[in-house]
T-cell receptor
Framework: DAGITQSPRHKVTETGTPVTLRCHQT?????MYWYRQDPGHGLRLIHY???????DKGEVSDGYSVSRSKTEDFLLTLESATSSQTSVYFC????????????FGDGTRLSIL | SQQGEEDPQALSIQEGENATMNCSYK?????LQWYRQNSGRGLVHLIL?????REKHSGRLRVTLDTSKKSSSLLITASRAADTASYFC??????????FGKGTRLHILP
């Protein structure tokens, strides 16, 4: 298995609080992605990174910010969590964009009450 | 924006039978990928087929791609209980990020 670790694996928090999810890789891959997975919507891209300090928005980026200060770490922040952000969040990595497989972490289950 | 759409949404078959899932997409692609997701886990890459390829095999998996019909199929032969999972197709428009479909839930009955 590709070396991807997501933390925490589960989190319950209240509306309005800030939340940060961490993705850590040991593969030295250039690209890192954050997705959310919801019933009926499949997997949707939130933000991705193509290098240290290089990030771009995905399909559902509103309400989320990201940072990548080191190759191995990609952080996803919900500045003020809302109930609509209750979801399972997945981090993925790849060596190249589009024409290489992505390798996924096991997800973070986030519940916002 | 959804690029790939899997069909059927759910499929139940007896162990030992073959399972076929289809994926249709809308725009030209560089490649198409299939992933499996077991309950509570992340997606696992199965096969990548490029736009200039028509068929690819990996063990009990066979993937076909018809770019003229903008469709792909994933065949799992001699299914096993361990094949119970959700299967996703992901399309890569040229020089862009891959886009995942909503998946097919496959249930192998004993």
């Amino acid at each position: 298995d590709a070396g991807i670790t997501q933390s925490p694996r589960h989190k319950v928090t209240e509306t309005g609080t800030p939340v940060t999810l961490r993705c850590h890789q040991t593969e030295n891959h250039r690209y890192m992605y954050w997705y959310r997975q919801d019933p009926g919507h499949g997997l949707r891209l939130i933000h991705y990174s193509y290098g240290v300090k290089d990030t771009d928005k995905g399909e559902v980026s509103d309400g989320y910010s990201v940072s990548r200060s080191k190759t191995e770490d990609f952080l996803l922040t919900l500045e003020s969590a809302t109930s609509s952000q209750t979801s399972v969040y997945f981090c993925a990595i790849s060596d190249r964009q589009g024409d290489q497989p992505q390798h996924f972490g096991d997800g973070t289950r986030l519940s916002i009450l | 924006s959804q690029q790939g759409e899997e069909d059927p949404q759910a499929l139940s078959i007896q162990e030992g039978e073959n399972a076929t899932m289809n994926c249709s997409y809308k725009t030209s692609i560089n490649n198409l990928q299939w992933y499996r997701q077991n309950s509570g886990r992340g997606l696992v890459h199965l096969i990548l087929i490029r736009s200039n390829e028509r068929e690819k095999h990996s063990g009990r998996l066979r993937v076909t791609l018809d770019t003229s019909k903008k469709s792909s199929s994933l065949l799992i032969t001699a299914s096993r209980a361990a094949d119970t999972a959700s299967y996703f197709c992901a399309t890569a428009p040229r020089d862009d990020k891959i886009i995942f479909g909503k998946g097919t839930r496959l249930h192998i009955l004993p």
